[in-house]
T-cell receptor
């Protein structure tokens, strides 16, 4: 059973550097979500895709964040010019359109910006 | 925008006691989902509710969706140490693919 996978699991970077995270959803899932979670908070929505189309992006998200899902399968989330406030767990989730509202989360990528 | 609030933020119980967490939305929802996140883990889907007044049970867990579809609750009967974790509700809107998560209720169980 292949669930949602994310790579890397941990990333330490210096302020100002760019980072890119990858998410591989459950193979038949056509919806893919990115969230950010900090300690003591619930997952905060960043963006989501239906197949390769990015349908919504949080207004809280700065222009330094960009996400792609070029072939409707895996997705990447890039953060440019990282800031210390970007330190968080970045979670990816996938779901099946028409299959209910449940989302299946990956293990996350923990980003630390020093 | 849509806001989802959960209370309490923390709940400490003795093993065997009951536990309830409440979820309230600022807007009417089309559905609500509940997730559990163990310490160091990621959210794991528990259940979804879509009908007004719906009640669903999973063993010792009872989930309820309010008549107005703006609130929900999760009740655990006779807690066990395996119930520890943070319970999140997430509210969905038919017109949007995303769900808005509350900040969760963290349950600790003293044996």
């Amino acid at each position: 059973d292949t669930g949602v996978s994310q790579d890397p699991r941990h990333k330490i970077t210096k302020r100002g550097q760019n980072v890119t995270f990858r998410c591989d959803p459950i193979s038949e899932h056509n919806r893919l979500y990115w969230y950010r979670q900090t300690l003591g908070q619930g997952p905060e929505f960043l963006t989501y895709f239906q197949n390769e189309a990015q349908l919504e992006k949080s207004r809280l998200l700065s222009d330094r964040f960009s996400a792609e899902r070029p072939k409707g399968s895996f997705s990447t989330l890039e953060i440019q010019r990282t800031e210390q406030g970007d330190s968080a767990m970045y979670l990816c989730a996938s779901s099946l359109l028409g299959g209910g509202y449940e989302q299946y989360f990956g293990p996350g990528t923990r980003l630390t910006v020093t | 925008g849509q806001q989802v609030m959960q209370i309490p933020q923390y709940q400490h119980v003795q093993e065997g006691e009951d536990f309830t967490t409440y979820c309230n939305s600022s807007t009417t929802l089309s559905n609500i989902q509940w997730y559990k996140q163990r310490p160091g883990g990621h959210p794991v889907f528990l259940i979804q509710l879509v009908k007004s007044g719906e009640v669903k049970k999973q063993k010792r867990l009872t989930f309820q969706f309010g008549e107005a579809k703006k609130n929900s609750s999760l009740h655990i009967t006779a807690t066990q140490t395996t119930d520890v974790g943070t319970y999140f509700c997430a509210g969905g809107n038919t017109n949007a693919g995303k769900s808005t998560f509350g900040d969760g209720t963290t349950l600790t169980v003293k044996p």
